[in-house]
């Protein structure tokens, strides 16, 4: 799946887009804990200390936010496009 992060997510990963590939029934849930355990400082950015989603970072798959979907349950198929958006402020 393809997965793109935008502002200050990006230099976590060192990169704006990454190819990743989970199994085919993963949740959107799998994909932040595989992420956490690969790039640990975005732990506090995608997770609650409690380990739920948060608040911080805004999850889209397929263009949906996941917060109208199944949240962390959302199912993938693993050939979704998934974004990233941390809050953005200012004018």
């Given at each position: 799946?393809?997965?793109?992060?935008?502002?200050?997510?990006?230099?976590?990963?060192g990169?704006?887009?990454?190819?990743?590939e989970?199994?085919?029934?993963?949740?959107?849930?799998?994909?932040?804990?595989?992420?956490?355990?690969?790039?640990?400082?975005?732990?506090?950015?995608?997770?609650?200390?409690e380990?739920?989603?948060?608040?911080?970072?805004?999850?889209?798959?397929?263009?949906?936010?996941?917060?109208?979907?199944?949240?962390?349950?959302?199912?993938?198929?693993?050939?979704?496009?998934?974004?990233?958006?941390?809050?953005?402020?200012?004018?």
């Amino acid at each position: 799946m393809k997965l793109t992060f935008y502002a200050t997510l990006r230099p976590i990963v060192g990169a704006r887009t990454l190819d990743i590939e989970l199994r085919c029934d993963a949740t959107v849930q799998a994909l932040i804990e595989t992420l956490a355990e690969r790039w640990p400082a975005l732990r506090e950015h995608l997770l609650t200390e409690e380990g739920g989603l948060s608040r911080r970072v805004n999850i889209f798959v397929a263009g949906r936010n996941v917060r109208w979907l199944d949240g962390a349950a959302t199912r993938l198929d693993g050939q979704e496009e998934i974004d990233f958006f941390p809050p953005v402020a200012g004018g």
